[in-house]
Nanobody, 115 residues
Framework: QVQLVESGGGLVQAGGSLRLSCVPS????????MGWYRQAPGKQRELVAR???????DYTDSVKGRFTISRDNAKNTVYLQMNSLKPEDTAVYSC?????????WGQGTQVTVSS
């Protein structure tokens, strides 16, 4: 089992920045990749960004150039740096980990961007 604890959400004005953190614990060996998903009210959950064990990254088109996913192996933490935030980025952001064929999720953290 893998547990994921997120932090860093909140309320910010458009154009501002936030950094989300995700700390995995438990059976974290052989996690293939970790990432962030988001779900806005009335919309489907979507992948925002992910980073593989090898360090390769993927982003959804709407956040490219604004968001950066990174990993600090010493702190065993994955970050999502969000810059130039827009009201349409408002959503619940959830940390995700894939290990083998299993998916693990954090509890989610609210990000609200005011116009």
């Amino acid at each position: 089992q893998v547990q994921l604890v997120e932090s860093g959400g909140g309320l910010v004005q458009a154009g501002g920045s936030l950094r989300l953190s995700c700390v995995p614990s438990g059976s974290i060996l052989s996690i293939n990749y970790m990432g962030w998903y988001r779900q806005a009210p009335g919309k489907q959950r979507e992948l925002v960004a992910r980073i593989s064990v090898g360090g390769s990254t993927d982003y959804t088109d709407s956040v490219k150039g604004r968001f950066t996913i990174s990993r600090d192996n010493a702190k065993n933490t994955v970050y999502l740096q969000m810059n130039s935030l827009k009201p349409e980025d408002t959503a619940v952001y959830s940390c995700h980990a894939r290990k083998g064929w299993s998916d693990y999720w954090g509890q989610g953290t609210q990000v609200t961007v005011s116009s």
